[in-house]
């Protein structure tokens, strides 16, 4: 297999290449080994996307159809890897679906428009495109770590100061309801993992990763 570049650390091997260089053939290769493993180990497969999963999932049947058989296998994605890292530690907010996500921003949108905080965004909650754009942006600014007294205190328009006021009230709601949404559930589980609890429990398990053009191998073994 043609890539691009390789580097293996004490945890990991990473292969990066470009598309249509076999990465998706490669970890399909890695699986079967590891699955090979003696008393069939714990292994959880993280993969970008459902599509991928069930090519994996039919490569893994094609094995069985040739007399050997993966057992004890979970494909998951992101999110399912975050609400496994935070059941490891005892942790199991309501994560919100889409649907309610959108509820609660409109919700929020309506409260602040009526204790006169917003002028930009106070139509915003009856605009269903608008709510999304809202969202998108407050996801970006989870993923970038970037709390809203942060953002507020950089803000240099209306609109940036409304923004952060939106972004502050779906923090503080969802803490008051002991809820999550997505992105909250994937940051918690980052911190999660310096959990003891969960790291002990994490060593019992080997990964196979392959996300878009890379695939890691994470793997007990190595740790």
Not at 5 to 29: S, V, Y
Not at 32 to 41: H, L, N, T, Y
Not at 140 to 160: G, I, K
């Amino acid at each position: 297999m043609r890539t691009t570049a390789a580097r293996t650390t004490a945890i990991a091997t990473i292969l990066l290449a470009p598309p249509g260089a076999g990465l998706t053939d490669h970890a399909l290769q890695q699986l079967r080994e590891m699955s090979a493993g003696p008393g069939w180990p714990a292994l959880w497969v993280l993969t970008p996307n459902r599509l991928l999963e069930r090519h994996l999932r039919q490569g893994l049947a094609a094995q069985a159809d040739s007399g050997s058989a993966a057992f004890n296998v979970s494909f998951m994605q992101f999110q399912g890897l975050a609400g496994r890292v935070t059941g490891m530690a005892g942790r199991f907010a309501r994560v919100l679906r889409e649907d309610e996500r959108r509820q609660l921003l409109q919700g929020v949108i309506q409260e602040l428009a009526r204790e006169d905080e917003l002028r930009v965004f106070a139509q915003a909650a009856d605009t269903p495109g608008m709510l999304r754009a809202i969202a998108r942006w407050l996801d970006e600014l989870r993923s970038r770590l970037v709390s809203p007294e942060a953002f507020l205190a950089a803000a240099r328009s209306q609109r940036d100061r409304e923004l952060a006021a939106i972004a502050a009230r779906c923090r503080k709601t969802l803490e008051d309801c002991g809820w999550q949404d997505p992105m909250g559930q994937q940051a918690l589980a980052c911190k999660l993992l310096e959990d003891a609890r969960v790291q002990a429990e994490l060593a019992q398990v080997s990964f196979c990763w392959r996300p878009a053009s890379i695939v890691s191998r994470p793997c007990r073994r190595n740790c």
